[in-house]
């Protein structure tokens, strides 16, 4: 128990932890989508990806955005953890009965051109619930030092779903509930899981002193004002990485949205590893906030082992895909029946994870910073690109199912490249971006020599190879902060 007390997040080791665990449990999700693929019919598929993804999407509100202050303030009061994730429970639980009540007349299944079981969409909506309780404890964790106990938590909820996709395909089962059922279960599981570690590692306090954490905790008042921000941007976060599939999902049917999703399986793989940095960085960057030098410091740790990961997202990523996309799923998402190959439309979506790679340090400094509604302001100004650039390439332009395939990943990756522009201009770190030009130019200009040399088949991706030049810095940012 004292040892954990005493444990303090480190960006390098919890980045570490966290990044290896989300690989892991994407691998996981990898093979749980192949036994899903092939159990299941591309339609019914579909039906299963869609309405996890749009619950997933309507819930997420729920949040109300405390998680995000418990990772961020959590280490100046460990004492307070325990106490501050019951409290944000409470408040959850209050914001999610008209949500609910709200999904259950409404019906939004039916805006998404599909019309699966009542069942399916119950276990959905349950399964996004469990992922919204998952926060809190995990944050506490994060807060305490121990991300190693969070990482664990979210390999054991992708055992326990992949085992039971497994178990259903070993039978024979075809029934698109059934294996609902297994991903909400698993589910289930990592939310236990991650509430039962942080009841055991959080030191305990006869009388908790909410000024400790900071003086937003002092009054729900107080505390849900300066969640407000985040609770938006969560509201709308979501939009910004699932609204291409569902324009999709609008213009061609559900089993054109079941290719787009096959072919973002290992894009979205991929975007663990800068979600894990910005959760491993939140709680650093909180705590130096008010020290300029310190935050630059971070910063430029940040970004040196952003630097060093792209090539091997880039190229390995690409080398995966290609090698095990084509044994691993049905040829009819590989060979262009429904209009283009899933491995061609990865190979677009690659510009958009390394933006969002690169974006990594400006955008958790948006989220720790004194101005949380500037990272509002982000989030909504992002979702407002993607909207009328998906709309005008999906909608407006694409005319065959080939192009709206190819329209959205597009679409997703400029997206991404304004996510990026609109981090350096909205974090006020105009002065660090400049200090390293050269370097942002050699990344930029590689990646797109990669990227169109590998969706194009040619040789240009030959001319991103200067990439591998960032490994060594990348691999001293990541030594200096393991500890």
Same mark, same amino acid.
């Not at 202050?69 to 325990?82: I, Q």
């Not at 996004?128 to 054991?156: D, F, M, N």
């Not at 294996?179 to 959080?202: E, I, K, Y």
């Not at 958790?364 to 101005?371: F, I, K, Q, T, V």
């Given at each position: 128990?004292?040892?954990?007390?005493?444990?303090?997040?480190?960006?390098?080791?919890?980045?570490?932890?966290?990044?290896?665990?989300?690989?892991?449990?994407?691998?996981?999700?990898?093979?749980?989508?192949?036994?899903?693929?092939?159990?299941?019919?591309?339609?019914?598929?579909?039906?299963?990806?869609?309405?996890?993804?749009?619950?997933?999407?309507?819930?997420?509100?729920?949040?109300?955005?405390?998680?995000?202050?418990?990772?961020?303030?959590?280490?100046?009061?460990?004492?307070?953890?325990?106490?501050?994730?019951?409290?944000?429970?409470?408040?959850?639980?209050?914001?999610?009965?008209?949500?609910?009540?709200?999904?259950?007349?409404?019906?939004?299944?039916?805006?998404?051109?599909?019309?699966?079981?009542?069942?399916?969409?119950?276990?959905?909506?349950?399964?996004?619930?469990?992922?919204?309780?998952?926060?809190?404890?995990?944050?506490?964790?994060?807060?305490?030092?121990?991300?190693?106990?969070?990482?664990?938590?979210?390999?054991?909820?992708?055992?326990?779903?992949?085992?039971?996709?497994?178990?259903?395909?070993?039978?024979?089962?075809?029934?698109?509930?059934?294996?609902?059922?297994?991903?909400?279960?698993?589910?289930?599981?990592?939310?236990?899981?991650?509430?039962?570690?942080?009841?055991?590692?959080?030191?305990?306090?006869?009388?908790?002193?909410?000024?400790?954490?900071?003086?937003?905790?002092?009054?729900?008042?107080?505390?849900?004002?300066?969640?407000?921000?985040?609770?938006?941007?969560?509201?709308?976060?979501?939009?910004?990485?699932?609204?291409?599939?569902?324009? /999709? #999902?609008? &213009?061609? *049917?559900?089993? $054109?949205?079941?290719? %787009?999703?096959?072919?973002?399986? !290992?894009? +979205?793989?991929?975007?663990?590893?800068?979600?894990?940095?910005?959760?491993?960085?939140?709680?650093?960057?909180?705590?130096?906030?008010?020290?300029?030098?310190?935050?630059?410091?971070?910063?430029?740790?940040?970004?040196?082992?952003?630097?060093?990961?792209?090539?091997?997202?880039?190229?390995?990523?690409?080398?995966?895909?290609?090698?095990?996309?084509?044994?691993?799923?049905?040829?009819?998402?590989?060979?262009?029946?429904?209009?283009?190959?899933?491995?061609?439309?990865?190979?677009?979506?690659?510009?958009?994870?390394?933006?969002?790679?690169?974006?990594?340090?400006?955008?958790?400094?948006?989220?720790?910073?004194?101005?949380?509604?500037?990272?509002?302001?982000?989030?909504?100004?992002?979702?407002? /690109? #993607?909207? &009328?650039? *998906?709309?005008? $390439?999906?909608?407006? %332009?694409?005319?065959?199912?080939? !192009?709206? +395939?190819?329209?959205?990943?597009?679409?997703?990756?400029?997206?991404?490249?304004?996510?990026?522009?609109?981090?350096?201009?909205?974090?006020?770190?105009?002065?660090?971006?400049?200090?390293?030009?050269?370097?942002?130019?050699?990344?930029?200009?590689?990646?797109?020599?990669?990227?169109?040399?590998?969706?194009?088949?040619?040789?240009?991706?030959?001319?991103?190879?200067?990439?591998?030049?960032?490994?060594?810095?990348?691999?001293?940012?990541?030594?200096?902060?393991?500890?």
């Amino acid at each position: 128990m004292a040892a954990a007390a005493h444990r303090t997040p480190s960006s390098g080791r919890d980045a570490g932890w966290l990044v290896s665990a989300d690989l892991l449990a994407v691998g996981l999700a990898f093979l749980g989508q192949i036994l899903l693929v092939r159990a299941l019919a591309a339609e019914h598929y579909g039906w299963m990806v869609l309405a996890i993804d749009l619950y997933a999407s309507l819930f997420l509100v729920i949040d109300l955005g405390l998680p995000t202050l418990l990772a961020r303030d959590g280490a100046n009061a460990p004492g307070a953890v325990r106490s501050a994730v019951h409290r944000t429970y409470r408040l959850q639980a209050l914001a999610a009965v008209p949500f609910v009540v709200l999904a259950l007349l409404l019906r939004p299944d039916g805006w998404l051109n599909m019309a699966p079981p009542t069942a399916l969409l119950v276990l959905a909506g349950l399964t996004a619930l469990a992922h919204v309780a998952s926060y809190a404890p995990r944050s506490g964790l994060r807060a305490l030092g121990e991300a190693r106990l969070e990482a664990a938590s979210k390999v054991v909820e992708r055992l326990v779903t992949v085992a039971g996709y497994g178990v259903l395909a070993s039978q024979g089962s075809t029934s698109v509930v059934a294996f609902t059922l297994a991903f909400f279960t698993g589910a289930l599981v990592g939310w236990l899981m991650a509430l039962v570690a942080v009841h055991r590692v959080a030191p305990k306090e006869p009388t908790v002193h909410w000024e400790r954490l900071g003086e937003d905790w002092t009054s729900n008042a107080s505390l849900l004002m300066a969640a407000l921000p985040f609770a938006i941007t969560l509201g709308v976060l979501p939009y910004v990485v699932r609204l291409e599939k569902f324009l /999709v #999902a609008g &213009a061609g *049917g559900a089993s $054109l949205a079941a290719v %787009f999703h096959v072919a973002q399986l !290992a894009w +979205l793989a991929g975007l663990v590893v800068p979600a894990a940095v910005r959760a491993a960085l939140l709680p650093v960057l909180g705590g130096v906030r008010d020290r300029p030098a310190q935050m630059r410091t971070e910063l430029n740790r940040a970004l040196d082992l952003c630097f060093g990961l792209l090539p091997f997202g880039l190229f390995g990523g690409y080398a995966l895909v290609a090698l095990l996309a084509p044994v691993a799923f049905p040829a009819v998402y590989i060979d262009g029946t429904y209009g283009a190959s899933a491995v061609d439309l990865f190979a677009v979506l690659l510009a958009g994870w390394a933006a969002t790679l690169l974006a990594t340090p400006t955008y958790a400094h948006l989220m720790a910073g004194r101005h949380p509604w500037r990272f509002t302001q982000f989030i909504f100004l992002v979702l407002a /690109v #993607a909207a &009328a650039v *998906g709309y005008l $390439l999906v909608v407006q %332009f694409a005319d065959h199912d080939g !192009a709206v +395939l190819v329209a959205a990943a597009t679409a997703s990756s400029v997206s991404a490249v304004m996510l990026l522009v609109l981090s350096w201009l909205l974090s006020g770190q105009q002065a660090f971006i400049a200090a390293r030009r050269d370097e942002w130019w050699l990344a930029s200009l590689c990646s797109l020599l990669v990227v169109v040399g590998l969706a194009t088949h040619t040789w240009w991706w030959v001319l991103g190879l200067p990439l591998f030049a960032f490994s060594p810095q990348g691999w001293r940012a990541a030594r200096a902060t393991l500890v």
